[in-house]
């Protein structure tokens, strides 16, 4: 992960940080297999997360048509590579730590129009009461 920067523009009426942040924490707590969805309008995509020791494989898919029931057949891998599981949970809550930073719980609600995902923030630092603003 060191030096890969990836940006995926999503829509702020879906659950991508809510999404990401639980399936995180879902290692994060053992589980072997989990994903997050990233919804746009109208295409997505889906970041599968499989553990393997103290590694993540991860998978990035990109779907043309996310509510579309046939996005499996235009799905298109978009990257995929063994990582430190550590430095990925630790650069998932680094980005959520920088929105929390910039914005505040409070700046993030005016500015996304729904509020912070405390619970799974929490969910996934195991902090409760983490990030108060």
């Not at 994060?28 to 103290?54: C, D, H, I, M």
């Not at 630092?125 to 990030?131: I, L, Q, R, S």
């Amino acid at each position: 992960m060191e030096g890969e920067t990836h940006q995926f523009s999503v829509s702020y009426t879906g659950e991508a940080l809510e999404c990401l942040l639980d399936a995180t924490a879902d290692l994060r707590l053992g589980a072997r297999f989990t994903y997050a969805t990233l919804e746009s309008e109208p295409e997505g995509w889906r970041v599968f997360l499989a553990a393997a020791g103290e590694e993540v494989f991860v998978q990035i898919v990109q779907y043309p048509y996310m509510q579309d029931e046939f996005r499996w057949n235009d799905a298109v891998l978009l990257w995929a590579k063994r990582i430190d599981m550590r430095s990925f949970i630790d650069a998932v809550c680094n980005m959520t730590d920088g929105l929390l930073a910039e914005h505040g719980r409070d700046g993030y609600m005016r500015h996304f129009g729904k509020p912070f995902p405390v619970r799974q923030y929490e969910r996934l630092t195991g902090e409760v009461g983490a990030e108060e603003s």
